[in-house]
């Protein structure tokens, strides 16, 4: 499938000009063209020394393209067999299992405006020490039996994949929208977990148990946002005493625990796509980090670092979530920028996430600090070889919150029901080798959907964009290539690329560990972070692109430039 090429038809003076999806593809004319129309999505592959024709899928528009895409390109399964939808009809009554009764408790889910499935819900109490809280989280491992038709078709997906305009799951929707969607108002089977926390966020104490819970409501980010804010509706004014209070209460000890303990503070940078009923992009509006999206954060992380440490404590491979400190090599590269801003790092034994939080809090000397420590992260991988997350700066994590959308989740949860004995004949966990490979399909199945919602992202902004070209944009470099300058468009979080070309006219050395662009007669100098005027020029949604030309903010030295015979002039 890596070597198969996806593009769009052009014809021209009985020519098939193939245009491809793919960035850094160059177009290229197609011999066996028989029955080909301008406008037309078509699948090729090399074969000797020309590109056969797959499949024809006949004229397509942007949405119909990514759908294709998702399915070809990406090979993320989106269909359910018969099988499977047959299995789901024919699942035990969750109540015939022994359960804590949580229904008078008053839980609520928080989640966004447009979510459809509730897999998690929260409650908090004070108490003398200072909180209890309970994290439930649907029981998916109830309904998933290892083993069945659906559990294979959960581990082949890996994880639901979360696109602009529509959701791939990995459950069938009658559980990922029904049986285990917390929903208000009815009895939804959980594995809920108890954490006793003082008032500096200390945990105390944690215990797992499979229960029954009611969501007394289902609440929103922006909601719950207003409520803490004193703006209230019918909605969080009925529940905020008896839910919303204690929960943000709750948050500001598990924060201040965060705080003490000395996480990475990288901030997101994501956009929402609007459509409109008929699927057009109508607007892009970047997401806000809201107090209200910290409290579940908080809660959440919590929960996972208890069934960590609990599993932790058994002989038997357990799927951590991990993340490694930057390389050695990495750390290295970056001591001649930083030494330009007097900053420095400890010997690379003692690196935490502390320290790049310094370098961080030093973006009022160079924007590009963000930058240069995101470039420095090892990505988070699925691993029975627990080595702690150092972002989180946790010695032990797992993913514990989410079984409905990912299968590290659901693995977390049948580990704690076979290892605290919660379901009887409860099958024990993989061995290690078996659990080595599991942790890198997840990884590949993670990696598959992140790339499939940037580049698809990627194709929705830039037609949102492409009436805009033309218009001058304040850009912000985030990287230098030989081919030019890596620039990001803040307000719409796109990514998009300044030409060499459109420079002025100079012979440009990459310094500082590729970290600026200096001209050498001109002078010009531009460096990571460095905010730019520049003007869009092209804007192509088939691929994603973006291209924008340099505009000089003052006057530069005259440079000489070749003439035709190859001399140089003034």
Known sequence: MTDRIFGVIERSNHTSLLNPVERGLRPFVLSNDKGLKNGDFVEVEPH??????????????????????????????????????????????????PRTNLTKLPFVTIDGDDSKDFDDAVYAKRTAEGFEIIVAIADVAFYVRPGSALDREAYKRGNSVYLPQTVVPMLPEILSNDLCSLNPGVKRPVIACFMSIDKKGKMLSYRFERATIKSTARLTYKEVEAAINGKFNDNTKKHFTTSIQPVYAAYFALEHARKARGTLEIEANEVKIKFDKKGNVIAIEKEKNLTSHKIIEEFMIAANVAAAKLLGKYKFPVMYRIHDKP?????????????????????????????????????????????????????????????????????????????????????????????????????????????????DHLCQTERRAINAEREITARYVSLYMKPLVGAKFEVKISGFSSAGIFVRLEQFAAEGLI???????????????????KGKNTKLQLRLGETLTAVLTEATPLT??????????????KTKTKTKKGKRKT
Do not use: W
């Open 48 to 97: 000797r020394r020309e590109f056969v024709l797959i499949k024809n899928y006949g004229p397509c528009n942007l949405n119909a393209i990514n759908e294709i895409l998702i399915t070809k390109k990406y090979n993320i399964p989106n269909i359910f067999s018969d099988k499977i939808l047959k299995e789901c009809k024919k699942f035990a009554d969750f109540e015939e299992t």
């Open 327 to 439: 390389l050695e090599e990495k750390l290295k590269e970056l001591k001649p920028v930083l030494s330009t801003f007097k900053l420095k790092l400890p010997d690379y034994a003692a690196i935490k996430p502390v320290h790049l939080n310094k370098i961080l809090e030093a973006r009022t000397l160079s924007p590009g600090m963000d930058d240069l420590v995101l470039r420095l992260q090892c990505q988070a991988k699925y691993s029975p070889h627990n080595i702690g997350h150092f972002g989180l700066n946790l010695p032990e994590y797992a993913h514990f919150t989410s079984p409905i959308r990912r299968y590290s989740d659901l693995l977390i949860h049948r580990a704690l029901l076979y290892a605290l004995k919660m379901e009887k004949n409860a099958e024990a966990p993989a061995k290690m080798k078996v659990m080595e490979e599991t942790g």
């Open 499 to 517: 030409p060499m070309r459109t420079l002025p006219y100079d012979h440009y050395l990459l310094i500082n560990s590729n970290n600026m662009l």
């Open 544 to 557: 994603g692109g973006l291209i924008f030309a340099y505009i000089p903010n003052k006057p530069l030295p």
